[in-house]
């Protein structure tokens, strides 16, 4: 079946410490994304990639990288200048950006502070 | 700049009694809305979309959606409540024509008792 494989499901961080998440999706789409998700404030985009070796920051994308060398990988990199990564983290991916695609989601990576 | 206000954190129904989640949005040109679901500790599952088609949009088990552009609402319904229904609940827009911004509302929790 084909979809979108966030891992791991659950990561923890120690200070001072970069962590990668990764996102795989054999979906052949075009565009992906990473969200973080805080209780109560519905989610959040950090950056988003529309086509292999380009990628653009969102909202959010302080203390964040990414890279797009695959059209199915999209890792992201919490950084150590990330003051406060706790969070629920989700990739998605669409065929096109364009307002009529609907974005499918992964099943997210928890993140939190050793 | 787009918007979307779901008017409930939390709603409570009994099973097999009518559900409705209220979403209101702002937009500056017709938009996209979609309404998604999220299930404990996984990604968001899409409901239903509108994209300027039929303004009573179906979607998958048994919830539905009504564009008003006049009350610019995108309420969501369903006749019968099921136990499985239990989820948060994510209204949002399409924030430009390219669709590489979605806005998401805060979530609704539904809960339902037997």
């Known amino acids: 079946d084909g979809g979108i494989t966030q891992s791991p499901k659950y990561l923890f961080r120690k200070e001072g410490q970069n962590v990668t998440l990764s996102c795989e999706q054999n979906?052949?789409?075009?565009?992906m994304y990473w969200y973080r998700q805080d209780p109560g404030q519905g989610l959040r985009l950090i950056y988003y990639?529309?086509?292999?070796?380009?990628?653009q920051k969102g909202d959010i994308a302080e203390g964040y990288s990414v890279s797009r060398e695959k059209k199915e990988s999209f890792p992201l990199t919490v950084t150590s200048a990330q003051k406060n990564p706790t969070a629920f983290y989700l990739c998605?991916?669409?065929?096109?950006?364009?307002?009529?695609?609907?974005?499918?989601f992964g099943d997210g990576t928890r993140l939190s502070i050793l | 700049a787009q918007s979307v206000t779901q008017l409930d954190s939390h709603v409570s129904v009994s099973e097999g009694t009518p559900v409705l989640l209220r979403c209101n949005y702002s937009?500056?040109?017709?938009?996209?809305l979609f309404w998604y679901v999220q299930h404990p500790n996984k990604g968001l599952q899409l409901l239903l979309k509108?994209?300027?088609?039929?303004?009573l949009v179906k979607g998958i088990n048994g919830f539905e959606a009504e564009f008003k552009k006049s009350e610019t609402s995108f309420h969501l319904t369903k006749p019968s409540a099921h136990m499985s229904d239990a989820a948060e609940y994510f209204c949002?827009?399409?924030?430009?024509?390219?669709?590489?911004?979605?806005?998401f509302g805060k979530g609704t929790t539904l809960s339902v008792s037997s």
């Open positions: 990639s529309q086509i292999v070796n380009d990628f």
């Open positions: 979906l052949n789409h075009d565009a």
């Open positions: 937009s500056s040109y017709s938009p996209s």
């Open positions: 998605a991916s669409s065929a096109q950006t364009g307002r009529l695609q609907p974005q499918h």
């Open positions: 509108y994209t300027s088609a039929a303004t």
């Open positions: 949002v827009v399409s924030e430009n024509q390219a669709g590489t911004a979605l806005i």
